[in-house]
């Protein structure tokens, strides 16, 4: 398995933006499909954006198209979200994961994860 450690969640306004950092260790970065997952209060943890070993496609849930973007730095050991015109139903804990093998969104699928790192969009 590979080891994650995300940084870079906080508080921010509502149209905000935040970057997230996920830094990778252990194996081999670059044969790993990555991905961020968020999981709010009372509800289930769901796929937020995933990237392929090779960063060349990804994948986005439709409620965070055209504000956040995922992608991957294979030298550095380190896949970003950035999270742009936040809104209050982002505030969720997001968590970082690698697949060995093709992209996917579903979270059992992944096998290892991150601590995660809260992010609070206030109104």
């Known amino acids: 398995q590979v080891h994650l450690v995300e940084s870079g969640g906080g508080l921010v306004q509502a149209g905000g933006s935040l970057r997230l950092s996920c830094a990778a260790s252990?194996?081999?970065?670059?044969?790993?499909?990555m991905g961020w997952f968020r999981q709010a209060p009372g509800k289930e943890r769901e796929s937020v954006a995933v990237?392929?070993?090779?960063?060349?496609?990804?994948d986005y849930a439709a409620s965070v198209k055209g504000r956040f973007t995922i992608s991957r730095d294979n030298a550095k050991n380190t896949v970003y979200l950035q999270m742009n015109s936040l809104k209050p139903e982002d505030t969720a804990v997001y968590y970082c994961?690698?697949?060995?093998?093709?992209?996917?969104?579903?979270?059992?699928?992944?096998?290892?994860w991150g601590q995660g790192t809260q992010v609070t969009v206030s109104s």
């Open positions: 994961a690698a697949r060995g093998g093709p992209i996917a969104t579903i979270s059992s699928d992944f096998g290892s």
């Open positions: 990237i392929s070993w090779s960063g060349g496609y990804t």
């Open positions: 252990g194996r081999t970065f670059s044969n790993y499909a």
